[in-house]
């Protein structure tokens, strides 16, 4: 039941503490497997809070409120709540501050969301309760919980140390465009600030000098806690820096340039820079205790290093000794010598042993089952070393590899037990991109054939993005253009696609990844939305043949599938001295994931056409006139084998 500032507050004047972020996993088994690795890093790491991700327009508010109530009462950390007030339901924001007041939370991230888009997300019922009547901003989500809250809430609020990068280019962004919206929320009630995640650490020093001096004095004293991404890949780290318009700076980049087709060396790097990040930072003067908050994508082993690194884990422990006596059976209770008192005898958790606490050790004394009152409730040894941290967040011994298995996160087709399985963000489906970077991108279809141009132009180079992906071709997929092209032109839209490898350098330049010195293999796959009536035919061809593993799903639900209860790797390498890694794998529970996802993205791209117009109209109707389908080769040694058995007529 604690206020994030009071906490901070408790602290030593010249203490250092850090908060960790976390999202809801989409998979039941990964939301499962977060609780494993939530009690691990809350042992192991000590944070002194925690968020939780909030979905836009409240698309995860109850895995959202499942996850704070675990971190809250079942792991006892201080948690802090995102909410967004934009695009949802006007009920859902009170239900989430009335719930999280149920459950302990004392704290809050005020946050607006995507832009209020009402005649894009609500119909004529739904425009009854819709939250964008009353929420524009930010500013009139803290004015709300003050006004019904009073100061039972603490309220965090968003900062941008490079501007605001809404709607907006690169070289537009200028804080200074967002400061007096931030002189205004801090005005209405907020409690601290956090910033957007960044690498350029002098464009923070340059931003938290401007806010400390500011003429309007009001954040004179407020925390101000600096938002950091470990790094955890290369292409994560592109992904990540293009869509949130974080200037990566060009010694950083030479840095990570030179190591990024060997994973591990990548996040070696990106563990030196962001510790070197927070020491630049933790040298800067500061009215308040200075405090980090790292992204962790609910991964791990790369925050705990940063943390070991820059000695930000907090170097005592507060254990109860409890005072009961207990003597292990058949010990004799040794003979001691006593003053005034009594002995006295405690048990403490020793593992593999419970030791019996005594005043003082005799001749005669049991030193595997004693321990001196002195030493009641200190482990045995020093828990902080950074061999012991880490062999926590690594997964050694019966941890066994839950801490590892997502080293190489590969997008939605990862491990979907991971907690860090699907979006890297958490933030639910989106377009990634502006409504006026979308007409810009992708026009006004109003035909078949103008979709089929749209995935035709990314397939060929020319389109830097479709909706369901924001990246550019990579060159592995080149090598299969012509295929994809071909498909194309039968009306199936790939939206997911790899070539067969057998046994390729793990330092190879196109297919390569992990460490260099490995192999690395690839079954050729396939991802398209294909017509309903064309589903129909090639499912019996699917279904006649023995090297194919097929997923196939719809708008409604409806789920078919060769196998539903095949794990079908389709990526994975062999390193020296390291199991078999697999960061690629299909089956039902992240196929019907991603399903899910993939056709409400048509409905988000649909949402930024006029409703009832000729475009709004065809991108509804395809939505509910395609199947999403995904088809595994298992011959990857014949690599050409799935293109030739697709496009066979």
Same mark, same amino acid.
């Given at each position: 039941?604690?206020?994030?500032?009071?906490?901070?507050?408790?602290?030593?004047?010249?203490?250092?503490?850090?908060?960790?972020?976390?999202?809801?996993?989409?998979?039941?088994?990964?939301?499962?497997?977060?609780?494993?690795?939530?009690?691990?890093?809350?042992?192991?790491?000590?944070?002194?809070?925690?968020?939780?991700?909030?979905?836009?327009?409240?698309?995860?508010?109850?895995?959202?409120?499942?996850?704070?109530?675990?971190?809250?009462?079942?792991?006892?950390?201080?948690?802090?709540?995102?909410?967004?007030?934009?695009?949802?339901?006007?009920?859902?924001?009170?239900?989430?501050?009335?719930?999280?007041?149920?459950?302990?939370?004392?704290?809050?991230?005020?946050?607006?969301?995507?832009?209020?888009?009402?005649?894009?997300?609500?119909?004529?019922?739904?425009?009854?309760?819709?939250?964008?009547?009353?929420?524009?901003?930010?500013?009139?989500?803290?004015?709300?919980?003050?006004?019904?809250?009073?100061?039972?809430?603490?309220?965090?609020?968003?900062?941008?140390?490079?501007?605001?990068?809404?709607?907006?280019?690169?070289?537009?962004?200028?804080?200074?465009?967002?400061?007096?919206?931030?002189?205004?929320?801090?005005?209405?009630?907020?409690?601290?600030?956090?910033?957007?995640?960044?690498?350029?650490?002098?464009?923070?020093?340059?931003?938290?000098?401007?806010?400390?001096?500011?003429?309007?004095?009001?954040?004179?004293?407020?925390?101000?806690?600096?938002?950091?991404?470990?790094?955890?890949?290369?292409?994560?780290?592109?992904?990540?820096?293009?869509?949130?318009?974080?200037?990566?700076?060009?010694?950083?980049?030479?840095?990570?340039?030179?190591?990024?087709?060997?994973?591990?060396?990548?996040?070696?790097?990106?563990?030196?820079?962001?510790?070197?990040?927070?020491?630049?930072?933790?040298?800067?003067?500061?009215?308040?205790?200075?405090?980090?908050?790292?992204?962790?994508?609910?991964?791990?082993?790369?925050?705990?290093?940063?943390?070991?690194?820059?000695?930000?884990?907090?170097?005592?422990?507060?254990?109860?000794?409890?005072?009961?006596?207990?003597?292990?059976?058949?010990?004799?209770?040794?003979?001691?010598?006593?003053?005034?008192?009594?002995?006295?005898?405690?048990?403490?958790?020793?593992?593999?042993?419970?030791?019996?606490?005594?005043?003082?050790?005799?001749?005669?004394?049991?030193?595997?089952?004693?321990?001196?009152?002195?030493?009641?409730?200190?482990?045995?040894?020093?828990?902080?070393?950074?061999?012991?941290?880490?062999?926590?967040?690594?997964?050694?011994?019966?941890?066994?590899?839950?801490?590892?298995?997502?080293?190489?996160?590969?997008?939605?087709?990862?491990?979907?037990?991971?907690?860090?399985?699907?979006?890297?963000?958490?933030?639910?489906?989106?377009?990634?991109?502006?409504?006026?970077?979308?007409?810009?991108?992708?026009?006004?279809?109003?035909?078949?054939?103008?979709?089929?141009?749209?995935?035709?132009?990314?397939?060929?180079?020319?389109?830097?993005?479709?909706?369901?992906?924001?990246?550019?071709?990579?060159?592995?997929?080149?090598?299969?253009?012509?295929?994809?092209?071909?498909?194309?032109?039968?009306?199936?839209? #790939? /939206?997911?696609?790899?070539?067969?490898?057998?046994? =390729?350098?793990?330092?190879?330049? @196109?297919? &390569?990844? *992990?460490?260099?010195?490995?192999?690395?293999?690839?079954?050729?796959?396939?991802?398209?939305?294909?017509?309903?009536?064309?589903?129909?035919?090639?499912?019996?061809?699917?279904?006649?043949?023995?090297?194919?593993?097929?997923?196939?799903?719809?708008?409604?639900?409806?789920?078919?599938?060769?196998?539903?209860?095949?794990?079908?790797?389709?990526?994975?390498?062999?390193?020296?001295?390291?199991?078999?890694?697999?960061?690629?794998?299909?089956?039902?529970?992240?196929?019907?994931?991603?399903?899910?996802?993939?056709?409400?993205?048509?409905?988000?791209?649909?949402?930024?056409?006029?409703?009832?117009?000729?475009?709004?109209?065809?991108?509804? #109707? /395809?939505?509910?006139?395609?199947?999403?389908?995904? =088809?595994?080769?298992?011959?990857? @040694?014949? &690599?050409? *084998?799935?293109?030739?058995?697709?496009?066979?007529?």
């Amino acid at each position: 039941m604690e206020k994030v500032t009071d906490k901070i507050n408790a602290l030593p004047d010249d203490a250092h503490y850090f908060s960790l972020e976390f999202f809801p996993p989409k998979t039941s088994i990964g939301f499962l497997n977060l609780q494993n690795r939530l009690e691990r890093m809350s042992q192991a790491l000590r944070p002194l809070f925690v968020t939780v991700t909030w979905g836009a327009g409240g698309s995860t508010a109850t895995k959202s409120l499942e996850l704070a109530e675990i971190c809250q009462r079942q792991l006892g950390l201080t948690t802090c709540l995102h909410l967004t007030c934009t695009n949802m339901s006007r009920s859902l924001i009170d239900d989430a501050l009335e719930q999280a007041k149920v459950l302990g939370i004392r704290n809050i991230l005020a946050l607006r969301g995507d832009a209020p888009r009402s005649e894009e997300y609500m119909d004529e019922t739904q425009l009854q309760e819709d939250s964008n009547k009353e929420f524009t901003w930010a500013i009139d989500l803290v004015r709300y919980i003050r006004r019904q809250y009073g100061d039972y809430f603490c309220i965090g609020v968003a900062a941008y140390p490079e501007g605001h990068s809404d709607e907006s280019h690169p070289e537009k962004q200028d804080p200074e465009f967002d400061l007096p919206y931030l002189v205004e929320k801090t005005r209405a009630g907020a409690d601290f600030i956090m910033t957007q995640l960044f690498f350029d650490v002098e464009a923070f020093d340059r931003f938290e000098t401007r806010l400390r001096e500011h003429e309007s004095g009001v954040f004179k004293t407020i925390p101000i806690i600096p938002g950091l991404m470990p790094i955890q890949s290369y292409q994560i780290l592109r992904r990540t820096t293009k869509l949130s318009h974080a200037k990566l700076p060009e010694d950083m980049l030479a840095r990570l340039d030179a190591v990024k087709g060997d994973d591990e060396l990548v996040k070696q790097v990106g563990v030196d820079i962001l510790s070197e990040m927070v020491e630049h930072i933790q040298k800067r003067p500061s009215p308040k205790r200075r405090g980090f908050h790292f992204y962790t994508l609910n991964l791990e082993k790369a925050v705990a290093h940063i943390l070991e690194n820059t000695h930000l884990i907090p170097s005592t422990l507060d254990q109860q000794v409890l005072e009961v006596d207990f003597t292990p059976s058949g010990l004799p209770i040794p003979e001691v010598e006593s003053k005034a008192t009594s002995q006295r005898r405690a048990s403490i958790d020793s593992s593999p042993h419970n030791r019996v606490i005594v005043s003082q050790r005799s001749k005669s004394s049991h030193a595997s089952y004693e321990l001196h009152e002195n030493e009641a409730g200190i482990p045995h040894g020093p828990v902080n070393t950074r061999a012991n941290t880490l062999a926590i967040s690594e997964g050694e011994g019966s941890l066994g590899r839950e801490a590892t298995w997502d080293d190489f996160p590969n997008g939605r087709w990862g491990d979907a037990r991971s907690p860090a399985f699907g979006e890297i963000d958490g933030y639910g489906p989106t377009l990634h991109v502006s409504t006026p970077q979308a007409l810009k991108l992708w026009g006004h279809p109003v035909t078949i054939d103008d979709i089929s141009t749209i995935f035709r132009r990314h397939i060929s180079g020319d389109l830097e993005a479709i909706p369901w992906t924001e990246q550019e071709f990579n060159p592995e997929t080149n090598i299969i253009r012509d295929e994809l092209l071909a498909l194309n032109k039968k009306g199936w839209w #790939s /939206v997911a696609s790899q070539p067969a490898v057998n046994g =390729v350098k793990s330092t190879d330049p @196109v297919f &390569g990844w *992990g460490p260099k010195n490995g192999y690395v293999f690839q079954k050729p796959f396939v991802e398209l939305f294909i017509p309903s009536q064309d589903w129909a035919a090639l499912q019996a061809r699917l279904d006649a043949c023995d090297e194919i593993t097929y997923f196939a799903g719809n708008a409604a639900g409806d789920l078919a599938a060769s196998n539903e209860g095949s794990v079908n790797p389709v990526t994975w390498g062999t390193f020296a001295g390291k199991e078999i890694i697999t960061p690629t794998i299909i089956e039902a529970v992240s196929f019907r994931s991603w399903q899910e996802e993939a056709f409400s993205i048509w409905r988000e791209w649909q949402r930024i056409y006029p409703r009832g117009g000729a475009t709004s109209r065809l991108l509804g #109707s /395809v939505r509910e006139g395609v199947w999403l389908v995904n =088809v595994i080769w298992h011959g990857f @040694v014949d &690599g050409e *084998g799935l293109w030739r058995f697709l496009l066979e007529e």
